[in-house]
Structures are given as structure tokens and as C-alpha cells.
């Protein structure tokens, strides 16, 4: 029995199960179209959740019972985190995982302690991962905490804002680097504007930029070579954030000649709130060729703000799972659980059971989306509608070698369209065959 999540490592079961603390439907070594399946998932545990979110809300203090914890900003009491975090890891057989350098260490009363706190904390969190095997799926640098960045770090007015957060960025690329992280993630929490009044955009976007190419060139001098993602959210905290959804993020990275480095990382709380469904942005970024990670959880229709909770929708994992086997799999991303446990969830073992919850929902998505695939018939309804375009002259449009003038001469020939269902009710109960 684990001391601090009182329950013993979690194993697959099978659907025909009762017990809670097993996985009925994830079964890691257990090939989906000829690969495992903790290789099509790459399950990451977030740090910042699983370890430092104490379940506060807006109208109340925290509830998480977190008795390993003594509430200090000693390096020690971060170091034991490191260790009853890696029992977390074990219990779940999660192999990745993802952090914020302040969460991980405290931020104290100048740059260079915390950056030795930080290192402190990093020569464990190496040890821990040479033990493991666990592997560090991406870091990234809190830059929205502090009230130092309450007018944006790299969109900050302030040239010292801009420069402090440049060397916060800079230490945590290289401790993601000393980890061996697959990647390091931009989340702009404070990066946009509460009101346009006082702000000007041009020049905060062209900083921000700025800052994203000072980014590439170090991860270049420091041999660094995962990609950089951008994780897109509209607004909260701010009124508008300059990296709103994937469509706002990758022409924002054209613009300023930053495609090469950079993937997306789509969450589902920040798709809903941008007004998409995860789908959605999942299928902008891969049309792209640049979806790199999924922070996976959900919001609450019900509730205005990103709730963060862990994803319990079959529909929507087979959705994201449709898109990520389309795309070929993750190649250096995963499934980073950025979801934390309801205020009245206050108990260790509950942060147990939210993932098993998480983990199930996804292999389920999985076998679901490997199915529907391997049946074909949505696939080729798809394929079918456009297949017109299969003939001669649908060839020479798609190739660009069509005009006008040939697009009227076939309307004036061949008269009014007949239009074929888009059978949408059809295909959702084609869908529904499968869940
Ligand atoms: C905030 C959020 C972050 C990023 C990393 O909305 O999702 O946790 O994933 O900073
Ligand atoms: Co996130």
C-alpha cells in the first residue's frame, strides 16, 4: 500500500471490472494498429496540478489535503514533492510528465536563489528520471504568477519586465534541456491586453516575437533541438490574449518567420472557450502540420471559466484520437493531463482516480478511433463528397491550373448543380455505431 495515495500500483482489468482503482479500459502494452498503447497516448502528469493546485476557487481557499507538503518555500519541501510525485507517476505507469519552473521550485527573494533553488530541484528531478525511466514530455517558464507580469512578460511595457522574463525563460529552457524534454512550451497567460486604451498592440506583438526568435537562437547555442510549442487560449486572465486559437497562433508564426521551431499544443478548455470544439483546433493545427501536443482536459458547459477538468467524454477522446491516428501519432508530444480535481475532490486518492478516469477515457477514444478507421465507410464518405474533384477539371483547379473563364464555360454548359445530402445524421449514428 502507497503511504501517500493509500493504494497499491493501478492495473488493467478489463471493462468487466467494478473495481475503482483499476483500469478498465487501458491496457499500455495492448497494440492498437500495431502499436502500444502508451506509445499512441503518451500519458504526461502535470506537475503544477498534481503537486501545487491546492483546489482554491475564486470564492474560497484551497481544500487539497497535501500532508507531505509543510507550506514552505524551503528547497527541502521541494524536494520531497519530487519524490511523492514520482510515486504518483509509478502508481499510474504514466512515462512523461510536464512542469513550471515555479512550481517545481520556489521563487525566492532574488534571480539568482531561485535559479539555484531550480537547479537543486533539477539535479533531483534527473535522478528520479535515471531511476524511472519517466521521461520529461515539456517544461516552460511561469510567467503569469508573480505581480512582476501583471502587465505581460514579453508584451510587458516595461523594458526590465521584458528582460526578466527573457532570463526566466532562458534557465528553463535549459533545465528542460538538462532533463532531456522533448519539448518547452509558450503559454501567454498575461501576453494580450485588458484594454486596448493604454496598450499598442504592433509593438507587443513584434516584442513577443522578438523575444520567440531570442528563444530560437539560444535553444540553437544550447543544443536544444525539441520544438517550441504555442498553446492557444483567448482570454483569462486577460481580456484578449494575443495567442487566442491555432488559426490567430500560426499566422501569428508565419508573420514573424517562425514556423520552423514551433508546433501548437491545443487544449480542450482553451479550444471551447476560444468558441471551437477541440476537433476544431486540433484540425486546424494538423492541417498545418503543426499540431505537437494536446493538453487534454474539459470545461463545463455550464460554467464560464476554464474549469480544467479531467476529460470523461467518450465522444470528445474519440474526436481528438480521430485526429491524432489522421495525423500519424504524436512524434514528440502527448496527452499532458493540464485537468485538476474538483474543490470538494480533496483527498490524495482522488488525484488517483481522476487519472485512471483521464487515462480509461482516452484509451477508449483510441480503440473507438482505430475502429472507426479501420471499418473505412466514414473515410470514404468523406472521399466521395469531393469527388468530383477526382475529375479532369476538378484536377486543374486543385493544381491551379484553371480560370474563370473555363469554370463559366462548364456552368454555362452543363446548367444547375444537383447537389448531393451532406448526410450529416447518417454519419453520426455511423459514429454512434462505434461508442
Ligand atoms: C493555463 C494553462 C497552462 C499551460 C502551461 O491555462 O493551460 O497550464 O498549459 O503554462
Ligand atoms: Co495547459
Known amino acids: 500500500?502507497?503511504?501517500?495515495?493509500?493504494?497499491?500500483?493501478?492495473?488493467?482489468?478489463?471493462?468487466?471490472?467494478?473495481?475503482?482503482?483499476?483500469?478498465?479500459?487501458?491496457?499500455?502494452?495492448?497494440?492498437?494498429?500495431?502499436?502500444?498503447?502508451?506509445?499512441?497516448?503518451?500519458?504526461?502528469?502535470?506537475?503544477?496540478?498534481?503537486?501545487?493546485?491546492?483546489?482554491?476557487?475564486?470564492?474560497?481557499?484551497?481544500?487539497?489535503?497535501?500532508?507531505?507538503?509543510?507550506?514552505?518555500?524551503?528547497?527541502e519541501n521541494a524536494l520531497r514533492r519530487v519524490d511523492v510525485f514520482f510515486e504518483f507517476l509509478d502508481i499510474l505507469g504514466m512515462e512523461y510528465y510536464c512542469w513550471h519552473d515555479r512550481d517545481?521550485?520556489?521563487?525566492?527573494?532574488?534571480?539568482?536563489?531561485?535559479?539555484?533553488?531550480?537547479?537543486?530541484?533539477?539535479?533531483?528531478l534527473k535522478e528520479k528520471q535515471a531511476e524511472t525511466g519517466v521521461k520529461l514530455l515539456w517544461g516552460t517558464a511561469c510567467l503569469f504568477n508573480h505581480p512582476r507580469y501583471a502587465q505581460g512578460a514579453s508584451t510587458s511595457p516595461d523594458l526590465n519586465v521584458y528582460a526578466y522574463a527573457a532570463a526566466q525563460v532562458k534557465k528553463a529552457m535549459e533545465c528542460t534541456k538538462e532533463l532531456d524534454g522533448r519539448g518547452y512550451t509558450f503559454w501567454g497567460g498575461r501576453e494580450g491586453y485588458a484594454t486596448l486604451l493604454n496598450t499598442d498592440m504592433k509593438r507587443e506583438m513584434d516584442h513577443m516575437a522578438a523575444f520567440l526568435h531570442m528563444a530560437v537562437d539560444h535553444a540553437k547555442k544550447i543544443g536544444f533541438d525539441g520544438p517550441f510549442y504555442i498553446e492557444p487560449k483567448p482570454r483569462e486572465p486577460t481580456t484578449h490574449q494575443y495567442d487566442s486559437d491555432a488559426a490567430a497562433c500560426l499566422n501569428f508564426l508565419r508573420e514573424y518567420g517562425l514556423m520552423d521551431k514551433f508546433r501548437?499544443?491545443?487544449?480542450?478548455?482553451?479550444?471551447?472557450?476560444?468558441?471551437?470544439?477541440?476537433?476544431?483546433?486540433?484540425?486546424?493545427?494538423?492541417?498545418?502540420?503543426?499540431?505537437?501536443?494536446?493538453?487534454?482536459?474539459?470545461g463545463d458547459p455550464l460554467i464560464g471559466w476554464d474549469t480544467d477538468q479531467f476529460p470523461t467524454d467518450i465522444y470528445q477522446t474519440t474526436q481528438v484520437m480521430l485526429v491524432v491516428l489522421g495525423m500519424g501519432g504524436f512524434t514528440t508530444g502527448g496527452l499532458n493531463f493540464d485537468a485538476k480535481r474538483r474543490r470538494e475532490s480533496h483527498e490524495p486518492l482522488d488525484l488517483i482516480h481522476a487519472h485512471i478516469g483521464g487515462m480509461d477515457t482516452f484509451a477508449r477514444g483510441l480503440k473507438i478511433a482505430d475502429a472507426i478507421r479501420r471499418d473505412g465507410r466514414l473515410a470514404e464518405i468523406v472521399q466521395q463528397r469531393y469527388a468530383g474533384f477526382g475529375d479532369e477539371l476538378g484536377k486543374k483547379i486543385e493544381s491551379g491550373q484553371c480560370s474563370f473563364d473555363e469554370l463559366e464555360r462548364f456552368a454555362l454548359a452543363n446548367g444547375e448543380p444537383a447537389l448531393d445530402s451532406g448526410r450529416q445524421e447518417m454519419l453520426e449514428n455511423l459514429i454512434n455505431e462505434f461508442i
Open 1 to 75: 500500500m502507497n503511504k501517500h495515495f493509500s493504494c497499491e500500483k493501478i492495473r488493467y482489468e478489463g471493462p468487466t471490472s467494478k473495481n475503482p482503482l483499476a483500469f478498465k479500459h487501458y491496457d499500455a502494452d495492448a497494440l492498437i494498429d500495431g502499436k502500444p498503447m502508451k506509445e499512441h497516448l503518451r500519458f504526461a502528469g502535470a506537475y503544477w496540478h498534481v503537486m501545487r493546485n491546492a483546489l482554491s476557487d475564486p470564492f474560497g481557499v484551497g481544500t487539497a489535503h497535501m500532508p507531505w507538503d509543510d507550506g514552505s518555500d524551503s528547497v
Open 264 to 298: 501548437l499544443n491545443i487544449e480542450t478548455n482553451h479550444a471551447t472557450l476560444a468558441g471551437h470544439s477541440m476537433e476544431h483546433e486540433l484540425t486546424v493545427a494538423a492541417n498545418a502540420g503543426m499540431l505537437g501536443s494536446i493538453d487534454a482536459n474539459r
Open 104 to 124: 517545481i521550485a520556489p521563487e525566492l527573494g532574488d534571480l539568482s536563489a531561485s535559479n539555484k533553488a531550480l537547479d537543486a530541484v533539477v539535479a533531483r
